[in-house]
């Protein structure tokens, strides 16, 4: 690969460095199918990142005391992480035969010596020649070789930046799969903007993914002229390689003191205070939708305080994000944020009841209906449904409904929301009204007493005509089938009991 030319002082432009990575993506493809790039591509990045870092600050330290320079001295204050001897970027890129084995125990001693670090390289095994021939492996090294991921050649964010960018290329190459661990950026930039973070506040995603939302509080903050590393972010993944991605993500945007834990959010939340769950000011999330089998039969009795109103049905999880996530705000400041298919909003049985009791608890301050086809995983029609424990007083007994259905720019494969699109549409939730006054976005404050006439539905086209008509909720249409399957069944071998109990044959 030919090194792009730079900017002044070695430095790289953001569009070069962006051509760097997506080329060492490209020397994977072939022998790696582009859905499990990330795998690979994103540990060898942070891998070099940490290496050079190590080697800027080890250059500082010795500009700074000479000879009388210790490894004390540069281990507290200068060197973030601990590179072991041996596992270094040079100990691994000069390695002849056997590379990804060197690889491997280059990344496992370097997290044993930076506990932090721990689970952030993933679980790829780089010695599998079979999953990852060495000829790839070492064509993914000669392309990050030539880069230098430091201050003197990355400037500010530019690194995070290209962080984003590979998400996103990952993500329209492996198509629905990328649902998985990434939001598209402008969906998380309309729900950061709407929670508005505060400086010092605490944040939780439960099912952080890549970390995006968590980033995005952070650029917020510092855009609205307050410190980001004053927050106290927070985030749970329960895929081990998505949980790896996060933490790198956090780290190459320049965030520390984060807390991103592996688990399943439902059998075992790891934020708790004692047995209850951790209050925050601000909970967020883009969940994956009706998720089946998701612990149901666990929360019968759940030690942490999230059946709020009722279980959820066994296969659909919509409504165990949503009660955990509401469980988990401050009963002050708190406010959530959650991406949901259209379906939460009229779907019966269990899931209509506690619609209705989460209703009649006043926590639903806004349901904003979003244009079709954003996200990578789905094309149906979302929303993103607003929920706060104190509600401003004259929201309270009221829910904003925001038609958005409109508000979008065509792409070939998904749309988007412009920078207009997003403010208007921001503007729209905070005023209730049409900042543009051409039906762009539609929107109207309801009374409880209305929604309850219609049976606590909350389907956005029975309080505002314009709204588009919701699409059929595939997932949520086939979890209904299979239940209906299943009551079928249950019935027919009631009403055969029956007839041989009375003397008929079945």
Same mark, same amino acid.
């Given at each position: 690969?030919?090194?792009?030319?730079?900017?002044?002082?070695?430095?790289?432009?953001?569009?070069?460095?962006?051509?760097? *990575?997506?080329?060492?993506?490209?020397?994977?493809?072939?022998?790696?199918?582009?859905?499990?790039?990330?795998?690979?591509? /994103?540990?060898?990045?942070? /891998? @070099?990142?940490?290496?050079?870092?190590?080697?800027?600050?080890?250059?500082?330290?010795?500009?700074?005391?000479?000879?009388?320079?210790?490894?004390?001295?540069?281990?507290?204050?200068?060197?973030?992480?601990?590179?072991?001897?041996?596992?270094?970027?040079?100990?691994? !890129?000069?390695?002849?035969?056997?590379?990804?084995?060197?690889?491997?125990?280059? %990344?496992?001693?370097?997290?044993?010596?930076?506990?932090? #670090?721990?689970?952030?390289?993933?679980?790829?095994?780089?010695?599998?020649?079979?999953?990852?021939?060495?000829?790839?492996?070492?064509?993914?090294?000669?392309?990050?070789?030539?880069?230098?991921?430091?201050?003197?050649?990355?400037?500010?964010?530019?690194?995070?930046?290209?962080?984003?960018?590979? *998400?996103?290329?990952?993500?329209?190459?492996?198509?629905?799969?990328?649902?998985?661990?990434?939001?598209?950026? +402008?969906?998380?930039?309309?729900?950061?903007?709407?929670?508005?973070?505060?400086?010092?506040?605490?944040?939780?995603?439960?099912?952080?993914?890549?970390?995006?939302?968590?980033?995005?509080?952070?650029?917020?903050?510092?855009?609205?002229?307050?410190?980001?590393?004053?927050?106290?972010?927070?985030?749970?993944?329960?895929?081990?390689?998505?949980?790896?991605?996060?933490?790198?993500?956090? !780290?190459?945007?320049?965030?520390?003191?984060?807390?991103?834990?592996?688990?399943?959010?439902?059998?075992?939340?790891?934020?708790?205070?004692?047995?209850?769950?951790?209050?925050?000011?601000?909970?967020?999330?883009?969940?994956? /939708?009706?998720?089946?089998?998701?612990?149901?039969?666990?929360?019968?009795?759940?030690? +942490?305080?999230?059946?709020?109103?009722?279980?959820?049905?066994?296969?659909?999880?919509?409504?165990?994000?949503?009660? +955990?996530?509401?469980?988990?705000?401050?009963?002050?400041?708190?406010?959530?944020?959650?991406?949901?298919?259209?379906?939460?909003?009229?779907?019966?049985?269990?899931?209509?009841?506690?619609?209705?009791?989460?209703?009649?608890?006043? %926590?639903?301050?806004?349901?904003?209906?979003?244009?079709?086809?954003?996200? !990578?995983?789905?094309?149906?029609?979302?929303?993103?449904?607003?929920?706060?424990?104190?509600?401003?007083?004259?929201?309270?007994?009221?829910?904003?409904?925001?038609?958005?259905?409109?508000?979008?720019?065509?792409?070939?494969?998904?749309?988007?929301?412009?920078?207009?699109?997003?403010?208007?549409?921001?503007? $729209?939730?905070?005023?209730?009204?049409?900042?543009?006054?051409?039906?762009?976005?539609?929107?109207? #404050?309801?009374?409880?007493?209305?929604?309850?006439?219609?049976?606590?539905?909350?389907?956005?086209?029975?309080?505002?005509?314009?709204?588009?008509?919701?699409?059929?909720?595939?997932?949520?249409?086939?979890?209904?089938?299979?239940? $209906?399957?299943?009551?079928?069944?249950?019935?027919?071998?009631?009403?055969?009991?029956?007839? @041989?109990?009375?003397?008929?044959?079945?």
């Amino acid at each position: 690969m030919t090194l792009p030319m730079t900017t002044q002082a070695g430095q790289l432009s953001q569009q070069q460095l962006e051509q760097v *990575l997506w080329s060492a993506a490209n020397a994977l493809r072939g022998p790696v199918d582009p859905a499990d790039f990330k795998s690979y591509v /994103f540990p060898v990045m942070f /891998f @070099k990142w940490i290496s050079d870092t190590w080697d800027y600050q080890h250059d500082r330290a010795l500009a700074d005391w000479g000879d009388e320079l210790t490894d004390e001295i540069e281990t507290s204050d200068y060197q973030p992480f601990l590179v072991p001897n041996g596992c270094h970027w040079l100990d691994v !890129y000069q390695t002849a035969v056997n590379v990804g084995s060197k690889l491997n125990v280059a %990344l496992q001693r370097i997290e044993q010596a930076n506990p932090d #670090l721990a689970g952030v390289f993933g679980d790829a095994n780089w010695g599998n020649k079979d999953r990852l021939p060495e000829s790839a492996l070492v064509a993914l090294l000669d392309a990050f070789h030539p880069v230098t991921f430091d201050p003197d050649h990355v400037q500010g964010d530019m690194l995070g930046a290209a962080y984003e960018y590979l *998400l996103r290329e990952f993500a329209e190459a492996s198509g629905k799969k990328a649902g998985e661990f990434f939001t598209p950026r +402008h969906v998380v930039h309309l729900l950061v903007k709407i929670l508005d973070p505060k400086p010092s506040e605490t944040i939780v995603d439960p099912a952080c993914g890549s970390g995006g939302m968590l980033v995005e509080t952070a650029n917020a903050v510092q855009e609205a002229g307050g410190n980001p590393d004053s927050l106290r972010l927070y985030g749970q993944e329960v895929n081990l390689t998505t949980a790896a991605i996060a933490k790198m993500n956090l !780290y190459l945007h320049g965030l520390e003191g984060f807390h991103i834990k592996r688990g399943d959010t439902f059998r075992e939340p790891r934020f708790l205070t004692g047995v209850k769950l951790q209050r925050f000011d601000v909970v967020i999330a883009n969940p994956p /939708f009706s998720l089946q089998n998701w612990g149901a039969s666990d929360w019968a009795n759940d030690p +942490h305080g999230r059946v709020l109103c009722a279980v959820p049905p066994a296969k659909n999880a919509d409504y165990a994000w949503i009660q +955990h996530m509401i469980a988990s705000m401050k009963d002050d400041t708190g406010r959530a944020g959650v991406v949901m298919p259209h379906g939460v909003l009229f779907r019966r049985g269990k899931e209509g009841d506690i619609r209705r009791c989460l209703l009649e608890k006043d %926590l639903l301050e806004a349901v904003i209906g979003l244009p079709n086809n954003l996200f !990578y995983s789905t094309s149906i029609p979302v929303c993103l449904l607003i929920w706060r424990k104190a509600k401003p007083a004259e929201r309270q007994g009221r829910v904003m409904f925001v038609d958005a259905s409109k508000r979008f720019k065509p792409g070939k494969n998904q749309n988007t929301m412009s920078d207009a699109d997003i403010e208007a549409i921001h503007t $729209a939730y905070t005023t209730g009204t049409d900042p543009d006054g051409d039906g762009g976005v539609n929107v109207r #404050l309801v009374d409880l007493a209305e929604i309850e006439g219609n049976g606590f539905d909350l389907n956005i086209g029975r309080y505002i005509q314009t709204a588009q008509a919701a699409e059929v909720d595939v997932e949520a249409a086939l979890a209904a089938y299979r239940d $209906a399957r299943a009551s079928l069944r249950a019935a027919e071998r009631v009403l055969d009991e029956k007839l @041989k109990a009375a003397g008929f044959d079945a």
